[in-house]
């Protein structure tokens, strides 16, 4: 929009009747299924961008959303108002808002992702604001197709979007996202994300050589393959890290590469494979462009948050490569510790249990951080490795939401929220997060995550959140033991490989010995309040050569060890 057509903007600027306000609440809070309570926020960013597009007046469009929110007993009537403000500011200063693409998207996902009910539900409220479809004007939101003016930019995109053979789909929030052609692999992204946009803009560069488009035309764009996503995409759960692709037989593992390859460990051959194309290998993608046709299985899907790709495992290593690891690279020295942190480190892989919390205690420069490294990049590595420890929860949850394995390294203090919080993220709880100009007004979380947390003297003292720890102590090093940490880690980079492979084989010998010890329930009534964990860390253990029972003792010393800690520390 230049500048003149701005001001004449600007200066159009007209007020809505009494009348013209009640109609337009009487449609969208009694006629339809408009304003959703966990999309509120949103619904007003779409509403108050098409009244300000549409030359509605901040006033009148600040005393529409008031009266709805009155009609709706909606009590963030404040911050409903401050969403149309801003949405204002933005579009008085030239910047894109979204408007009627906003209020499509929204319509068609709350009234049964009906995209016909959701043209009608537009089509009532336009007349009662005295807006005319024909000449209605929608700025940053899409204007493709019957609701707008047509762009021939963005019809390119979706149209090369389509012929791309991308797979547009929902998560099991409702969240769009798109599996996206690489022609060597498939890649996962959210359609809110920057690498969505380089994607597009790279098909118009490679098929049409237009390497310079507007904003306006990738955000119309966008929108239209979000609906597409929302209302006829099929709904596909999205993994981090690990999964499983058949439940106790085969776990895929995500190395986070480039190339989206995947690692699959499967208990019938007893060992593991790289799939060089990823985790869709040889399944009927076709398939899941269609959301009515009926699936064999369920396909295995991750996504990515800033992880680095693993280092390929070796199949060629030492029957102690383990034990190297833990006497060279780490400060565990007790018997029953080493036990208990093996079979924690196997299991970290197994999908879906519930993982107990690693208290990591010990004296200053004891080597807790590195274990936390370590152990960090064995499982899950990332850009950052170590986390710490804050008093806001969103943050932490956030964090989590992000993250496979969370690792906090020096806690220092135990915020009041954080025993109940992570216990339950370990067991996986949901969690919602209010949000203000995002993709959605509420946006609901749920996992199961693995923690570390390493501390002097702070550490968890709730009697639940310690059924569900494992405390590894950390003596302290004499002075001629010392490492350099550089040359610590140096060590350990180069077992890494050999480590990897050695733990791959372990779990697919541990799904066999589960199996068998289901059979011959030997352990019916042994188990501790993490059953899952227990029976898992059991079978391991006695693949990697331990004796029947060993490390269920370890462990059950262990749990009685941390509460005779507890009430010691609660007592002073």
């Not at 403000?85 to 996902?109: C, D, F, M, V």
């Not at 009926?294 to 396909?299: C, D, H, M, N, R």
């Not at 697919?508 to 011959?520: G, I, P, S, V």
């Not at 059953?531 to 370890?554: I, K, Q």
């Amino acid at each position: 929009m230049g500048l003149t057509q701005q001001h004449q903007r600007l200066q159009s600027f007209r007020t809505l009747t009494p009348e013209q306000i009640e109609k337009t609440i009487d449609i969208i809070v009694n006629k339809s299924n408009s304003y959703v309570e966990f999309a509120r926020n949103d619904f007003v960013y779409g509403l108050s961008g098409h009244l300000f597009h549409n030359g509605i007046s901040q006033l009148s469009a600040i005393n529409l959303i008031s009266r709805i929110c009155k009609q709706a007993n909606d009590e963030e009537a404040d911050a409903r108002s401050d969403v149309v403000s801003e949405t204002y500011e933005k579009g008085k200063i030239g910047k894109p808002i979204r408007g009627i693409s906003q209020l499509k998207y929204l319509l068609a996902k709350y009234n049964n992702e009906n995209e016909v009910r959701a043209n009608e539900i537009i089509a009532e409220i336009n007349p009662s604001l005295d807006i005319t479809i024909n000449d209605a004007v929608n700025g940053g939101g899409s204007s493709i197709g019957t609701l707008g003016r047509q762009d021939p930019v963005a019809e390119e995109i979706l149209r090369l979007a389509e012929s791309n053979g991308d797979i547009f789909f929902k998560d099991t929030f409702g969240q769009p996202h798109a599996l996206i052609n690489m022609t060597t692999h498939v890649e996962v992204v959210s359609k809110d994300s920057r690498r969505f946009e380089c994607h597009l803009r790279t098909l118009l560069k490679r098929h049409i050589d237009k390497r310079i488009i507007s904003k306006d035309s990738l955000e119309k764009a966008i929108e239209a393959l979000k609906a597409d996503a929302v209302v006829e995409g099929r709904t596909i759960p999205l993994n981090l890290r690990i999964a499983w692709k058949k439940k106790n037989e085969v776990i895929c593992y995500d190395p986070t590469d480039e190339r989206w390859s995947c690692i699959m460990i499967e208990r019938d051959i007893g060992t593991w494979r790289i799939l060089p194309a990823g985790s869709l290998t040889d399944y009927p993608i076709s398939e899941l462009r269609n959301p009515n046709s009926k699936l064999i299985e369920q396909p295995v899907v991750f996504t990515r948050y800033g992880q680095i790709p693993q280092v390929m495992p070796e199949r060629s290593y030492p029957s102690d490569i383990i034990q190297q690891f833990i006497d060279r690279c780490t400060n565990i020295r007790d018997h029953k510790d080493q036990l208990l942190f093996k079979a924690y480190l196997i299991t970290l892989f197994i999908p879906d249990i519930a993982h107990p919390i690693l208290l990591l205690k010990g004296v200053k420069g004891a080597a807790k951080s590195i274990l936390e490294t370590e152990v960090k990049r064995i499982i899950d590595p990332s850009q950052i490795e170590l986390l710490i420890l804050n008093n806001n929860l969103k943050d932490f949850v956030i964090q989590l939401a992000r993250r496979y394995y969370n690792a906090y390294d020096n806690v220092i203090k135990i915020p009041p929220w954080l025993s109940s919080i992570i216990c339950a993220a370990t067991t996986g709880a949901g969690f919602i997060l209010r949000t203000l100009y995002t993709t959605a007004d509420e946006t609901p979380l749920k996992f199961k995550r693995c923690f570390a947390l390493s501390s002097i003297g702070a550490s968890l003292t709730e009697d639940d959140a310690l059924e569900r720890s494992i405390s590894i102590n950390h003596p302290k090093i004499e002075k001629q033991d010392r490492k350099m940490e550089e040359k610590i880690l140096a060590e350990f980079n180069s077992l890494l490989p050999q480590l990897l492979g050695y733990i791959f084989d372990t779990i697919a010998k541990t799904m066999q010995e589960k199996d068998r010890l289901e059979q011959t329930q030997e352990l019916d009534g042994k188990l501790e309040r993490m059953a899952d964990f227990s029976f898992w860390s059991e079978a391991a253990a006695r693949v990697m050569g331990y004796e029947p029972m060993e490390f269920l003792n370890a462990y059950s010393d262990n749990l009685r060890n941390q509460s005779r800690e507890a009430v010691t520390f609660n007592a002073l």
